[in-house]
């Protein structure tokens, strides 16, 4: 079983699926230091964080 496994997933490249899907790669800003700093010190952040 553990060499089925084992054999299951192989990586043989990395790919970009952005580039794979001719998409441009996402600008993800929202995830950056500077956006979660500022939305811990929002008061109700979690209402920020799911809107």
Same mark, same amino acid.
């Given at each position: $079983? %553990?060499?089925?496994?084992?054999? #299951?997933?192989?990586?043989?490249? $990395?790919?970009?699926?952005?580039?794979? #899907?001719? $998409?441009?790669?996402? &600008?993800? &800003?929202? !995830?950056?230091?500077?956006? !979660?700093?500022?939305?811990? !010190? /929002?008061?109700? %952040?979690? /209402?920020? !964080?799911?809107?």
């Amino acid at each position: $079983m %553990r060499q089925i496994v084992s054999n #299951a997933v192989v990586t043989v490249q $990395m790919v970009d699926i952005f580039a794979a #899907a001719g $998409m441009h790669n996402p &600008y993800i &800003y929202i !995830l950056s230091d500077e956006f !979660l700093a500022d939305v811990r !010190l /929002l008061p109700q %952040r979690h /209402l920020a !964080l799911e809107s």
